[in-house]
């Protein structure tokens, strides 16, 4: 065995290795979904705010955000192979509406009952997704070998 081996392992290679972890690369892509998902909402809520309901606007900020998102996860975080564009845009559009069904309940809650604004509300109902649909889409969605 030589010293070289024997010494710490380049910084180059231990990012890499991350990198090629899934869960960073669905971290890094989750921040990102976010916060394009909140921007939507944003742009909806400020300009359509006295004509369209907030609930409206959630749904519409969730289905353009997941049209925008869907080929990031499967090829970049997920490098999925297992089900055609449109199978797999449905299966992840499903885990999807997890997310919708979580604003359409919890932001009347924060905001009719608590008193909690729009978009403050919002902001907190993002954070409590990610878990469980990070979970649904590694079991479920792109459910293939070749992210595991």
């Known amino acids: 065995m030589s010293v070289a081996q024997l010494g710490p392992k380049p910084a180059a290679s231990r990012v ?37 309901p907030y609930l409206a606007v959630t749904a519409a900020a969730n289905f353009t955000t997941a049209l925008i998102v869907y080929p990031l996860y499967r090829d ?8 055609g564009w449109i199978r797999g845009f449905a299966k992840f559009y499903t885990v999807y ?21 729009v978009l403050v509300a919002q902001a907190l109902v993002i954070g409590a997704v990610p878990v469980v ?3 649904l889409h590694h079991f479920w969605t792109f459910r293939d070998k070749s992210h595991n």
């Open 133 to 135: 649909s990070y979970l």
């Open 76 to 83: 970049f975080v997920f490098g999925s192979t297992s089900a």
């Open 16 to 52: 890499a290795k991350v990198a090629a972890d899934h869960r960073v690369r669905y971290l890094i892509v989750g921040v990102g979904t976010n916060a394009l998902y909140f921007g939507l909402f944003w742009l909806g809520w400020h300009f359509l705010q006295h004509s369209i």
């Open 97 to 117: 509406l997890f997310g919708l069904g979580c604003s359409l309940l919890g932001m009347p809650l924060l905001i009719e009952v608590l008193g909690v604004p």
